[in-house]
């Protein structure tokens, strides 16, 4: 019994004066997310995706590997909008070693909660341009840039970064290398990783201050990461708005649509060319198009078919070649090596495209041209033989593709004399001597 009670009192002793042992904590969850391409609404998807993701798991840091040439101010607001509003802090990091973060890409870097380079990568050149590609007049360009510079300047105060600098990236198309972004004064960006390792683990037990004021001590040390990626038909739809794959789905388009109207009910044709035109289409929204591009592709393809009915001894379709070729060169119109066509690209596909409408128009003109062989169209010239003697205006009868048939001639004609076939009215034929002398062969 007093073993009993001594071992009572140690027991609640223990539990009064002793300390609890606290649980291990799981480690820090990161979760990442590559953005590569031109910014559209896809990618403003792909963006807002990750950042769910990362905000049900309550994760304590999003990193965004960015690498774009730029994009739509509209999705790029978009993400932005995102960006703020989540509850979970967002890396921006421009990488890997010769990336960019151009145009779009620097207002997304500057509204991160961090804003990191990689070595030997740059940002800036924000200043906006027409979506369509066409030239703007002086006073709606000085709207456009006025209205984006003060954007990012709201942004860049916010974020507490160099508000010159930013508007100047805007305005005058300035960029910065990772070591002019961060030597600046206030800096552009908040520090400079070789990947993302390196980053997680110079932001451990960094402070970092949100949109609305508040301050989070990033936790990184020995974080699990996770990876966001597209899914398919965010990946489809990315592909489809580079600048090659929406040429290719414009031509394969109109050609698809051209050969469904030569040959109605051909039904595939029309279908493939139908959904590679939307496709292109909804490329064409991201894509700075000339609509003149379009008009001259359009022109080529329709001199391209009057070369085949109107002799023209090859002047039309060198002219239908030459549109095609000028409107491709034309079709997007960007100084960005990543938006352009080149040539390399361009000439093969004209000419292929050239041949291969050349071809299919020869083919259907041929179609329509070769002779009926059924119905009453198909009977009118066949050869036939008199089987009794026919006289105007008196019925007789006569043999043709094995059957006999009820006649009438204009003029008299003797039993066994070779025919052809004039006129089928109804079931009676309308035939006229055969002056060449040749027979009819006998199908039946």
């Not at 904590?25 to 950042?51: F, W």
Request: hydrophobic content about 50%.
């Amino acid at each position: 019994m007093r073993l009993a009670c001594v071992g009572l009192m140690l027991v609640a002793a223990a539990a009064i004066g002793g300390e609890a042992v606290p649980a291990a904590q799981a480690p820090p969850t990161v979760y990442r997310m590559e953005l590569d391409g031109i910014i559209h609404p896809v990618a403003t998807a792909y963006v807002r995706k990750a950042i769910a993701q990362a905000d049900a798991a309550e994760a304590s840091l999003l990193v965004i590997v960015l690498r774009t040439p730029g994009g739509l101010v509209d999705s790029t607001r978009d993400i932005n909008s995102a960006i703020i509003e989540a509850k979970t802090p967002v890396a921006v990091f421009v990488a890997p070693a010769g990336s960019r973060a151009a145009s779009a890409g620097f207002l997304i870097t500057m509204a991160a909660d961090v804003a990191a380079m990689a070595p030997g990568t740059h940002i800036g050149a924000a200043h906006p341009v027409s979506g369509d590609g066409q030239k703007v007049d002086d006073t709606l360009a000085r709207k456009m840039a006025s209205d984006v510079a003060g954007y990012a300047r709201t942004i860049a105060q916010q974020r507490h970064r160099n508000v010159g600098l930013v508007e100047l990236a805007v305005t005058e198309s300035r960029t910065f290398t990772e070591q002019e972004a961060l030597a600046s004064s206030p800096p552009l960006i908040d520090l400079v990783a070789t990947d993302v390792p390196d980053l997680l683990k110079k932001l451990d037990g960094r402070a970092v201050a949100r949109f609305d004021g508040r301050r989070t001590v990033l936790r990184t040390a020995g974080a699990v990461e996770r990876t966001v990626a597209m899914s398919w038909t965010q990946r489809v739809l990315s592909a489809v708005a580079h600048p090659q794959i929406a040429y290719l789905l414009l031509m394969l388009g109109t050609l698809g649509l051209t050969v469904e109207m030569w040959s109605p009910g051909a039904i595939f044709p029309g279908v493939v060319g139908g959904i590679s035109l939307l496709l292109a289409f909804f490329a064409f929204q991201v894509l700075p198009v000339n609509s003149v591009g379009i008009l001259l592709i359009l022109f080529g393809l329709f001199l391209l078919i009057l070369e085949i009915k109107v002799t023209s001894f090859g002047l039309l379709g060198a002219g239908g070649v030459l549109s095609l070729f000028f409107g491709s060169i034309l079709l997007v119109d960007s100084p960005l090596p990543e938006l352009q066509l080149g040539l390399r690209w361009i000439l093969p596909v004209t000419l292929s495209f050239s041949a291969i409408l050349l071809f299919l128009v020869r083919l259907a003109v041929k179609a329509q041209q070769i002779q009926p062989v059924t119905g009453q169209e198909g009977m009118t010239g066949e050869a036939a033989t008199a089987l009794t003697a026919l006289t105007p205006g008196v019925a007789g009868r006569v043999r043709t593709r094995g059957e006999i048939w009820s006649a009438t001639a204009s003029e008299p004609i003797n039993a066994g004399e070779p025919l052809r076939i004039v006129e089928v009215r109804g079931l009676q034929l309308v035939v006229a001597p055969d002056r060449s002398g040749s027979r009819p062969a006998d199908r039946g």
